[in-house]
């Protein structure tokens, strides 16, 4: 190998440590939400959203859903849900 080709072989390694390094700097930059909006579903508008969370204790919390318009209360623990805030179910 000549010395030609030894610069050669250097450059090109500075070149893509350089190319490594600058993706770096963008990513940090710029983070996973950059990333995130290329993995969107192409739908703008979602119909389910948690409003807000209230943790009670180490086993429960309350969710406050929106669900097409609506606000729904639900109260988890357990790995279950207790209690959800809908009207309960009469016999017919």
């Known amino acids: 190998?000549?010395?030609?080709e030894f610069l050669r072989a250097l450059f090109a390694l500075a070149v893509t440590l350089g190319l490594v390094?600058?993706?770096a700097?963008?990513?940090?930059?710029?983070?996973p939400e950059a990333l995130a909006r290329f993995g969107r579903p192409a739908k703008a508008e979602r119909r389910l959203a948690v409003v807000e969370t209230l943790v009670l204790d180490p086993a429960r919390r309350l969710?406050?859903?929106s669900l097409d318009g609506q606000e729904k209360l639900?109260?988890?623990g357990e790995g279950r849900v207790i209690a959800d805030g809908?009207?309960?179910k009469g016999r017919g």
């Open 1 to 4: 190998m000549d010395f030609a």
């Open 21 to 23: 390094g600058l993706a």
């Open 25 to 31: 700097v963008v990513l940090r930059r710029y983070g």
């Open 63 to 65: 969710v406050l859903v």
């Open 74 to 76: 639900i109260l988890l």
């Open 86 to 88: 809908s009207p309960p």
